[in-house]
């Protein structure tokens, strides 16, 4: 066809080329595409609601589409309908290459390319006002013409608004690996070089680590990271509320002053980072990982674990070594509190063959006072280092892995458990170990009838022993909710009555307290503990009848001081009605 026939193209001028800076996207302008209809090879469909036809000729890869503003690269051929061909990329052996949504080529194909994956190809129907309408394209395309594309999508670089406001814009250059992104707590690895827009150097690193949350050099980078892969290279028009605002920076011998308000370009590569999870929700346990570990199964409570560990000082000061110069790993049980509780909780979290660097602070560590270990005292307020590898582990036999028999056997062995350490005061591990007991022996439809009614005697003694926890820990609301559970099992159980009695006092639910400890003396007249529960509700009611009285003295005494102040002057006047109605 003629060489005068062609889509435009976008300028070649050095600044477009590596990135619009007249961009100006807002929210508004960001394009989603609409999730397209999963379509089978050599099916047609209507996309859209602008009579776009399309065909999909070649499944393309994974799931994502290019959005508006993403630089596209295809191969295409346009026919007429009668089969006439007046263009084609690939009879020129050259990709076409556009920005989506821009309006660079006909509507037809910004509606219809975005729709498509990555090495997809397809063929598009275009009616006339979706492409060259009345007008046409003289001398090959006829007026209000529809027209076929056959269109293969080879790639596109995205340009993404990352903070949704306009104050930096990430253009991919080099794909990353995998799915994963870095987060506030991890520690990266980075390459960066940030220009002026004249293009003058005021910072660069062939490698610089930092960890994500604190950032580095400007907020951009911390941002960008959050949003990259691992080898993921990009160029960031960075907008200077994210750079250095209205103050700017001043130079130094190493990098150069950024002027007041200045926008920012810079090329970023994340070479790698090192995930840093909470094990604790306070923060006072983290976890650093330096090598991956295998597959995705960790320890349970009760497993068996084999480690090799180091255990530090904030001065590098070792004070114990296990499972290292040819020496077998160290063994320990999880949740026995056969090593400190910040260990035993980062070791549950970690995978077989896994290396970690974890930080416990004192609390979940030896505390307030000194303690002398292997190789060194641990002085009292200790933050300490563990070095660990989880060699392997033997995890505890999970419910669905027992007998019937089995299940009653080790919930009646969690229960003791919890008993012994309910005796010890460590009443949130014994609440943990009653709980287990339970949970083994929840689903009975597979047991035997004596099976069941050893089930039943199990949860009645594990949930009442775990509500004398919650009680002890003042979780009032969960006591009454585990008394509840044993009283639906067995309705005259004294003590589930007695302990949500308890609970009612504590609650201020004083009406029911007193339901229950009346239920309670009519089972057991006699029993001694209920008796004395009764005497202490009875304080508790004249305490709240005492205060309730003296608040309401005092609210009528201030009505009629105010009545009295009013006198006649305040006197209420006769009630009439309206004799205009």
Request: proline content about 4%; glycine content about 8%.
């Amino acid at each position: 066809m003629d060489e005068d026939f062609e889509f435009p193209v976008s300028s070649n001028n050095a600044a477009a080329e590596e990135m619009d800076m007249d961009m100006g996207m807002g929210m508004d302008d960001i394009d989603v595409p609409e999730p397209d209809p999963v379509m089978k090879v050599d099916e047609e469909k209507e996309i859209g609601k602008s009579g776009i036809k399309k065909k999909l000729l070649k499944e393309g890869e994974g799931w994502e589409h290019p959005s508006k503003g993403d630089d596209v690269e295809v191969h295409y051929v346009g026919t007429l309908l009668d089969g006439t061909q007046f263009d084609s990329s690939r009879d020129r052996g050259t990709p076409f290459k556009f920005k989506l949504g821009e309006g660079q080529v006909i509507k037809g194909w910004d509606e219809g390319i975005k729709t498509m994956k990555k090495g997809e190809k397809a063929l598009f129907t275009i009616p006339p006002d979706m492409a060259y309408g009345e007008s046409g394209s003289p001398p090959t395309i006829p007026t209000n013409a529809t027209l076929q594309f056959e269109v293969e999508l080879l790639s596109w670089i995205s340009i993404k608004d990352i903070c949704k406001d306009g104050g930096i814009f990430k253009k991919i250059l080099v794909e990353g690996e995998g799915w994963q992104n870095p987060k506030d707590l991890d520690e990266v690895s980075v390459k960066y070089e940030a220009r002026l827009e004249d293009g003058t150097v005021v910072s660069k690193s062939d490698g610089v680590e930092f960890t994500v949350e604190d950032g580095y050099f400007c907020p951009a980078l911390s941002k960008a990271v959050k949003t990259m892969k691992k080898g993921e290279k990009v160029l960031l028009i960075v907008k200077p509320q994210y750079a250095f605002g209205q103050t700017g920076k001043v130079g130094s011998r190493e990098e150069g002053g950024v002027p007041p308000n200045a926008t920012l370009q810079i090329n970023l590569e994340l070479i790698s980072w090192r995930i840093v999870s909470e094990v604790t929700n306070d923060k006072k346990v983290l976890k650093r990982i330096l090598k991956e570990g295998e597959g995705y199964e960790r320890p349970n409570d009760g497993a068996l674990v084999k480690v090799k560990l180091i255990g530090k000082l904030q001065d590098g000061t070792v004070f114990v070594k296990k499972g290292h110069n040819e020496e077998e790993p160290f063994e320990f049980k999880i949740d026995e509190e056969q090593v400190v509780d910040g260990l035993d909780k980062a070791v549950k979290k970690m995978k077989k063959g896994e290396i970690a660097l974890i930080t416990i602070q004192p609390e979940y560590a030896f505390g307030a006072f000194d303690s002398p270990q292997d190789l060194a005292v641990v002085p009292g307020n200790s933050i300490v280092y563990y070095e660990v590898e989880l060699v392997s582990f033997v995890k505890e036999k999970e419910s669905w892995d027992m007998s019937t028999q089995e299940k009653i056997e080790a919930a009646g062995k969690k229960k003791e458990e919890g008993n012994v350490l309910f005796k010890a005061g460590k009443y949130v591990r014994a609440s943990k170990r009653y709980e287990k007991a339970v949970s083994l022996i929840e689903y009975e439809s597979s047991f035997s009838d004596d099976e069941k009614q050893q089930a039943k005697l199990l949860k009645v003694s594990s949930n009442l022993n775990n509500a004398a926890c919650k009680l002890k820990l003042k979780e009032h609301k969960e006591t009454a909710k585990l008394c509840s559970k044993v009283l639906e099992i067995d309705s005259k159980n004294v003590k589930a009555l007695y302990r949500r009695a308890q609970a009612y006092i504590q609650l201020v639910d004083l009406d029911l307290a007193e339901l229950d400890i009346k239920k309670a003396l009519e089972i057991d007249p006699d029993n001694r503990d209920v008796k004395f529960e009764y005497k202490v509700l009875k304080e508790k009611i004249k305490e709240y009848n005492k205060k309730d009285a003296q608040f309401y003295g005092n609210i009528f005494a201030k009505m009629n001081k105010l009545e009295q102040s009013g006198g006649a002057k305040n006197e209420a006047a006769p009630m009439t009605i309206d004799s205009k109605a």
